[in-house]
């Protein structure tokens, strides 16, 4: 079967980037990263790419001033000249407008550094820290035109551990994020993740479980 081809926006280290790479590198995941494109032409993602012999353009929102519509234009024919099925933000630090996350309707994923819907925005990790929350995690949605909405389709819980900071906990929570974001890749290419609205239903699971959650074992 073919793989799908996924385009990953990115704006800086690229480390969940990274990650779908390193998954892809075997021919049994259904995905491939067909581009990766970013708004910014110093982004190590960029450079990460060009090592895995992935295809990059940059679009660089300044050469846009005011023009929100054709900055987000050209990166859509970017995407469709290189023939991408679904497009994943990955640390891609530019609001996307509704044309755009219209066009790319269910087709259009982000990772966000919370559990969601708690601490949508910047600084996820120092709220949840000032909150006093015992678990936090990431997560792996469908992009709605509203900053850090839509339909949840994998998260990852990690503990908030006594004596955490900020750097241990974003550390603890990025290492959960490369593997949640292949396995939302997984689930929607293998078409086990079906968008019913407003919600995702994952094929095969119960009550005892689901595939689009990963959690720490308890100890
Ligand atoms: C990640 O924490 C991701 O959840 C957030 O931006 C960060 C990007 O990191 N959206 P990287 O560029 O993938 O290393």
């Known amino acids: 079967m073919a793989r799908l081809r996924l385009g990953v926006l990115v704006s800086g280290r690229g480390s969940n980037l990274q990650a779908l790479i390193d998954a892809a590198a075997d021919p049994a995941f259904p995905a491939e990263v067909a581009l990766v494109l970013s708004n910014r032409a110093d982004a190590h993602g960029l450079e990460r790419a060009t090592a895995a012999g992935v295809a990059t353009a ?37 609001l996307l407008s509704p044309w755009f996350v219209e066009r790319w309707h ?26 006093g929350v ?18 949840i389709l994998a998260q990852a819980a990690v503990p908030v551990l006594p004596g955490d900071d900020e750097r241990s906990l974003a550390e603890r929570v990025l290492a959960a994020e490369h593997r949640l974001y292949p396995l939302a890749v997984r689930l929607l290419a293998e078409g086990r993740a079906r968008v019913l609205g407003e919600r995702v239903e994952i094929d095969g699971d ?5 595939t689009a959650l990963i959690v720490p074992a308890l100890r």
């Open 58 to 94: 940059v679009v660089d929102h300044r050469a846009f001033p005011g023009d929100k519509r054709a900055f987000e234009g050209a990166m859509d024919d970017a995407l469709r000249a290189a023939n991408v099925d679904l497009v994943c933000l990955a640390g891609f630090m530019r």
């Open 106 to 131: 269910d087709r259009l994923l982000n990772i966000h550094p919370s559990l969601l819907p708690s601490f949508k925005g910047l600084d996820t990790h120092a709220r949840a820290l000032a909150a």
């Open 206 to 210: 119960g009550p005892d479980g689901s």
């Open 134 to 151: 015992r678990v936090h995690g990431c997560t792996v949605h469908l992009v709605r035109p509203a900053m850090d909405e839509g339909p």
